[in-house]
Structures are given as C-alpha cells and as structure tokens.
C-alpha cells in the first residue's frame, strides 16, 4: 500500500513520515517544486536519524520529478523514518509517495 505526503511551507526540515520500529520507509515517488522562483533552492531526501538518502536535487531546470519506482528511490534505515531538508530559504510544495517496509 503506498502512502503520500503533501508538502507545504518554508521549514527547513519536514519529516514525511515518522519513524516506524523494526520498519523502514521506501520512497516510491516525488514531484517537487519550489513556490519561490527567485529564490535559489535545493533540497535533499534524508532519514529521520540524519542520513542523507540523495544528493541534493535542485530547482534549476523547474521542478524535481521522480517517476514511480517500485524497487524505490531510496530506502531508509532500520527504524528511522524519511524526512526532506531544503536549502535556500524559498518554499517547497510537493507531492511524495512512499510506503513502509519490513526491516
């Protein structure tokens, strides 16, 4: 079963899914945008404990796609949820699929 989560705001860290004992948190897909255009932005998939899960993916070229994937994008630790971290102080709006997983 696949989950999403709507993103909204201007915080630096918005965690997307909490941590899940003995689960892990597979992000599946993202459309990615950022609201403010004149602001540089970027942003970075991350788990809860403070990973990192992807390089920075910015804004650049419009917004940040990443089709549906069942193998998944990336996979958080034993544990941990998955959150997103934004660089450059605009704001990110958004849509991210994931589910969770068996540890």
Same mark, same amino acid.
């Given at each position: 079963?696949?989950?999403?989560?709507?993103?909204?705001?201007?915080?630096? $860290?918005?965690?997307?899914?909490?941590? /899940?004992?003995?689960?892990?948190?597979?992000?599946?897909? @993202?459309?990615?945008?950022?609201?403010?255009?004149? /602001?540089?932005?970027?942003?970075?998939?991350?788990?809860? %404990?403070?990973?990192?899960?992807?390089?920075?993916?910015?804004?650049?070229?419009?917004? /940040? $796609?990443?089709?549906?994937?069942?193998? %998944?994008?990336?996979?958080?630790?034993?544990?941990?949820?998955?959150?997103?971290?934004? $660089?450059? &102080? &605009?704001?990110?709006?958004?849509?991210? /699929?994931?589910?969770?997983? @068996?540890?």
């Amino acid at each position: 079963m696949a989950l999403h989560a709507t993103l909204v705001g201007d915080t630096d $860290t918005t965690v997307i899914q909490a941590a /899940v004992t003995n689960r892990r948190v597979r992000l599946l897909a @993202a459309f990615i945008t950022n609201s403010v255009v004149t /602001v540089a932005e970027s942003c970075r998939f991350e788990s809860t %404990g403070g990973g990192d899960l992807s390089g920075d993916l910015d804004f650049i070229n419009g917004p /940040v $796609t990443l089709p549906y994937s069942s193998e %998944g994008w990336a996979i958080t630790a034993l544990g941990e949820g998955l959150q997103i971290e934004e $660089t450059g &102080g &605009g704001n990110l709006d958004g849509i991210v /699929v994931y589910d969770i997983i @068996a540890g």
